[in-house]
């Protein structure tokens, strides 16, 4: 089994900077993808960013040039450096990785940014 755990939410002001850890562990033979997703009070859940294995990475436009995910191959983890955050940023941030062919969740960090 694999589990992902994320840590470095919190709360902000606007302007400021979180950065997001994931942590993979479990029986890992494959890791295709990490990414984040997000999901705010009464919106669907949606991409904010994605890292492939060759290294591309893709952005939500709402986040581009203000978020930088990156990876850590060596210890399984995903990094989400968060900057210039904006009120509209705040959401549950959840954590996405394609491992072995299949898709993983973690159990979601609360982000919050105030005006």
């Known amino acids: 089994q694999v589990q992902l755990v994320e840590s470095g939410g919190g709360s902000v002001q606007a302007g400021g900077s979180l950065r997001l850890s994931c942590v993979a562990s479990?029986?890992?033979?494959?890791?295709?993808?990490m990414g984040w997703y997000r999901q705010a009070p009464g919106k669907q859940r949606e991409l904010v960013a994605r890292?492939?294995?060759?290294?591309?990475?893709n952005y939500a436009d709402s986040v581009k040039g203000r978020f930088t995910i990156s990876r850590d191959n060596a210890d399984n983890t995903v990094y989400l450096q968060m900057n210039i955050l904006k009120p509209e940023d705040t959401a549950v941030y959840y954590c996405?990785?394609?491992?072995?062919?299949?898709?993983?969740w973690g159990q979601g960090t609360q982000v919050t940014v105030s005006s």
């Open positions: 996405n990785a394609h491992i072995n062919s299949f898709d993983y």
């Open positions: 890292i492939i294995s060759g290294g591309s990475t």
């Open positions: 479990g029986s890992i033979f494959v890791i295709n993808a």
